[in-house]
């Protein structure tokens, strides 16, 4: 097993966000972690992802996956597969009839976790109504529904807004337009230029939110206006949307094929 020794210091600056100054979070304490779980995405070019590990979302789902999305998801390996250089590509297509087809991936039934750091280095792509997302749902999800199982999204993007991130969390009495999220801006730069990292360290009643290593959000228990669902474990999710609530549509400038390149995923467990 591997070790990661996880030491995250928040300095006393300031950070804009979408126009708006951010209080920095207090310093974390060291920590140690062991890898649990993780995918490097090894293999041959054109395969699909290890099926002992990932399965998929297929078709569009109830009302557009229940955010009135557009795009079909298929397993085809015209919309998922490793690149053969060690990252899986899940690419959003649009086709000459005008219909939009992508991938989701998910561990449901196969892994699933509670606590610990979940992070992944992901590339994510551009454009109007492209909706790019790494996140989690609760493994309880097909006996309570959503969103009483819980949502945590570790990361999701508009693509007209490619400098800007956001981390939140659903539940039941706050979900939707109403979860509690909070965006990360970049300056000077953009998500879909370059991999980034993406994470949470989760415990039982606080969950932190990291961009490479920097924690620009903290929930806890407390500040939920509902139950807090988060003490068991959820499995992982990894998609792009096309249109959607949150999204937004796709216009004639948006650019596809609309790729998001992911290096790795990891679980780690605390010490």
Same mark, same amino acid.
């Given at each position: 097993?591997?070790?990661?020794?996880?030491?995250?210091?928040?300095?006393?600056?300031?950070?804009?966000?979408?126009?708006?100054?951010?209080?920095?979070?207090?310093?974390?304490?060291?920590?140690?972690?062991?890898?649990?779980? =993780?995918?490097?995405?090894?293999?041959?070019?054109?395969?699909?992802p290890?099926?002992?590990?990932?399965?998929?979302?297929?078709?569009?789902?109830?009302?557009?996956?229940?955010?009135?999305?557009?795009?079909?998801?298929?397993?085809?390996?015209?919309?998922?597969?490793?690149?053969?250089?060690?990252?899986?590509?899940?690419?959003?297509?649009?086709?000459?009839?005008?219909?939009?087809? =992508?991938?989701?991936?998910?561990?449901?039934?196969?892994?699933?976790?509670?606590?610990?750091?979940?992070?992944?280095?992901?590339?994510t792509?551009?454009?109007?109504?492209?909706?790019?997302?790494?996140?989690?749902?609760?493994?309880?999800?097909?006996?309570?529904?959503?969103?009483?199982c819980?949502e945590?999204?570790?990361?999701?993007?508009?693509?007209?807004? =490619?400098?800007?991130?956001?981390?939140?969390?659903?539940?039941?009495?706050?979900?939707?337009?109403?979860?509690?999220?909070?965006?990360?801006?970049?300056?000077?730069?953009?998500?879909?230029?370059?991999?980034?990292? *993406?994470?949470?360290?989760?415990?039982?009643?606080?969950?932190?939110?990291?961009?490479?290593?920097?924690?620009?959000?903290?929930?806890?228990?407390?500040?939920?206006?509902?139950?807090?669902? *988060?003490?068991?474990?959820?499995?992982?999710?990894?998609?792009?949307?096309?249109?959607?609530?949150?999204?937004? =549509?796709?216009?004639?400038?948006t650019?596809?094929?609309?790729?998001?390149?992911?290096?790795?995923?990891?679980? *780690?467990?605390?010490?």
């Amino acid at each position: 097993m591997k070790h990661l020794k996880n030491t995250i210091l928040i300095l006393s600056v300031f950070v804009t966000v979408a126009g708006c100054e951010v209080e920095p979070i207090q310093t974390l304490p060291e920590r140690n972690f062991e890898l649990f779980w =993780s995918d490097n995405f090894d293999g041959d070019s054109g395969t699909i992802p290890d099926a002992s590990k990932w399965t998929f979302d297929l078709g569009n789902g109830t009302n557009g996956w229940g955010n009135n999305e557009l795009q079909t998801y298929t397993q085809s390996p015209q919309n998922v597969s490793l690149d053969g250089s060690g990252n899986l590509v899940i690419i959003a297509r649009k086709d000459l009839a005008g219909n939009y087809t =992508s991938a989701r991936v998910k561990t449901q039934g196969i892994f699933k976790q509670q606590y610990g750091r979940i992070e992944a280095r992901i590339k994510t792509p551009t454009g109007s109504g492209i909706w790019p997302a790494f996140w989690m749902l609760g493994s309880n999800i097909d006996s309570v529904t959503w969103p009483n199982c819980g949502e945590i999204d570790i990361m999701e993007q508009k693509g007209k807004n =490619s400098n800007i991130t956001y981390g939140s969390i659903h539940g039941p009495g706050y979900s939707g337009g109403q979860a509690i999220t909070t965006p990360y801006a970049l300056q000077n730069d953009r998500f879909d230029a370059n991999f980034n990292i *993406y994470a949470i360290e989760w415990s039982e009643n606080r969950i932190d939110f990291f961009v490479n290593n920097y924690l620009y959000k903290r929930i806890t228990s407390a500040d939920v206006p509902g139950e807090w669902v *988060y003490n068991q474990p959820f499995f992982l999710i990894m998609n792009v949307a096309v249109g959607g609530n949150f999204g937004g =549509s796709p216009n004639a400038n948006t650019p596809f094929p609309g790729k998001m390149t992911i290096d790795y995923v990891k679980v *780690y467990k605390e010490l």
